[in-house]
Nanobody, 120 residues
Framework: QVQLVESGGGLVQPGGSLRLSCTAS????????MNWHRQAPGQQRELVAS???????KYADSVKGRFTISRDNARNTMDLQMNNLKPEDTAVYYC??????????????WGQGTQVTVSS
């Protein structure tokens, strides 16, 4: 099992920026795809951005051109740089990782979430 911890959420004004980070810990694992999801009150969780181990990325249409996902495979970390934030970006943001071990064993784990609030 992989433990994921997010950080970097907070309150920001519209047009502002935040950087979220996710750190994975455990032993003997290799992370393949890492994702950022978000869930606003009363809404379903949605996929915001994905990044493969080789660095290939995908974004939801709603954040293209504003958010940038990145990762450091050696440190097992992933970041989400969020620029030009809008009130509709307000949500709890979750880190998610798909991993494997040499056993072989595979799994998917989630972080506890970090709140992002965009408001004036």
């Amino acid at each position: 099992q992989v433990q994921l911890v997010e950080s970097g959420g907070g309150l920001v004004q519209p047009g502002g920026s935040l950087r979220l980070s996710c750190t994975a810990s455990g032993s003997g694992f290799r992370i393949n795809v890492m994702n950022w999801h978000r869930q606003a009150p009363g809404q379903q969780r949605e996929l915001v951005a994905s990044i493969g181990r080789g660095g290939n990325t995908k974004y939801a249409d709603s954040v293209k051109g504003r958010f940038t996902i990145s990762r450091d495979n050696a440190r097992n970390t992933m970041d989400l740089q969020m620029n030009n934030l809008k009130p509709e970006d307000t949500a709890v943001y979750y880190c998610e990782a798909d991993w494997m071990t040499p056993a072989p064993e595979a799994g998917r784990d989630w972080g506890q979430g970090t709140q992002v609030t965009v408001s004036s």
